[in-house]
């Protein structure tokens, strides 16, 4: 059974920056992605960015190298978001999903989730 647990959410300033941590147990042994959403004011579940087990990324909410990183520590077993020049904007719940196969955009293509971790941007 895959468990998917973030964290690292918490208060930051505007302009700053975060690391929002998905540790993953129970992952199948073939390809799978992880991938992490997010649901912001006034926005339906929104793809952030993807890793596969390939190591292979999809960046949604921006352009690749843009203000989302995604990365994985393999011995750890964590994938890692990390957000720079946070903006009010940017204040939500920000889950992370695993799925066996290719990195999908959609959050419906996803099978397990954690529980998500709050994120708030504000002075």
């Known amino acids: 059974q895959v468990q998917l647990v973030e964290s690292g959410g918490g208060l930051v300033q505007p302009g700053g920056s975060l690391s929002l941590s998905c540790a993953a147990s129970g992952l199948p042994s073939v390809n799978y992605a992880i991938g992490w959403f997010r649901r912001v004011a006034g926005k339906e579940h929104e793809g952030v960015s993807c890793?596969?087990?390939?190591?292979?990324?999809?960046s949604y909410a921006d352009a690749p190298g843009g203000r989302f990183t995604i990365s994985r520590d393999k011995a750890k077993k964590t994938v890692i978001l990390e957000i720079k020049d946070l903006s009010p904007d940017d204040t939500g719940i920000y889950t992370c999903?695993?799925?066996?196969?290719?990195?999908?955009?959609?959050?419906?293509?996803?099978?397990?989730w954690g529980q998500g971790t709050q994120v708030t941007v504000s002075s």
């Open positions: 999903a695993a799925r066996v196969g290719h990195c999908k955009r959609a959050s419906f293509m996803y099978n397990d």
């Open positions: 890793i596969q087990s390939s190591g292979e990324r999809e």
